[in-house]
């Protein structure tokens, strides 16, 4: 597609359950970015890849989430054993390289509620 | 820890008005910086963007941005704002080095109400 394809859109999900929240990025992006965006939180940084490794995962909350990226296109963030406080929209972004240059492509975000 | 600050959490002006949103950043090395809107029902998108030169900035829709240095600002503006402003708004540095990774540190976002 043209742009960066997030889903689900929306995720209710019970406390305790795990969710995976896939993103597709632009094609030809090698760089992809996964942040969270809380109320009045901000857009706060989970992890990053280049190709398929992760070279930046400070942003991680805790080791119940994860992310992986196969292919060097689609990327996975997993959550498990979900909390209330996960409750956030995740957004992925992609950008052309680690040369970093240009601007960071946003998706639409998946809305994930825990209840 | 590095850090962005946006000042003005929400921000209610009448349509004509002038607009400046504040960005403040620590770090004292080198930085790219952003202006990112997100419009109501829409994805974030670039409106703005300086790496280098010309610290007045010129964007998308009549946005413009200064960069000052010794205030570690940078400020959005815009002379007259529409209805169709109405949206998010946030400032964005991206720490240039050799661990640069191209990540982004993003301020809180500003809220922008525009009456007509």
């Known amino acids: 597609g043209a742009g960066v394809s997030q889903s689900p859109s929306n995720k209710v999900t019970e406390k305790g359950k795990d969710v995976e929240l896939r993103c597709d990025p632009i094609s030809g992006h090698t760089a992809l970015y996964w942040y969270r965006q809380s109320l009045g939180q901000g857009l706060e940084f989970l992890i990053y890849?280049?190709?398929?490794?992760?070279?930046?995962k400070s942003g991680l909350p805790s080791d119940r989430f994860s992310a992986e990226r196969t292919g060097g296109s689609v990327s996975t963030l997993t959550i498990q054993r979900t909390q209330q406080e996960d409750s956030a929209v995740y957004l992925c972004a992609s950008s052309l390289g680690q040369a970093y240059t240009g601007e960071l492509f946003f998706g639409e975000g998946s809305r994930l509620t825990v209840l | 820890a590095q850090s962005v600050s946006q000042h003005n959490h929400h921000v209610i002006l009448s349509e004509a008005a002038s607009l400046e949103l504040g960005c403040n950043y620590s770090?004292?090395?080198?930085?790219?910086l952003f202006w990112y809107v997100q419009y109501p029902g829409q994805h974030l998108q670039l409106l703005l963007k300086y790496f280098s030169g010309d610290p007045l900035v010129k964007g998308i829709k009549g946005f413009e941005a200064e960069f000052i240095k010794s205030k570690f600002s940078f400020n959005l503006r815009k002379p007259s704002v529409q209805w169709s402003d109405t949206a998010e708004y946030f400032c964005a540095v991206n720490l240039v080095g050799s661990s640069n990774t191209g990540k982004l540190i993003f301020g809180q976002g500003t809220t922008l109400q525009v009456k007509p």
């Open positions: 770090y004292g090395g080198t930085v790219n």
């Open positions: 890849f280049q190709g398929n490794s992760a070279p930046d």
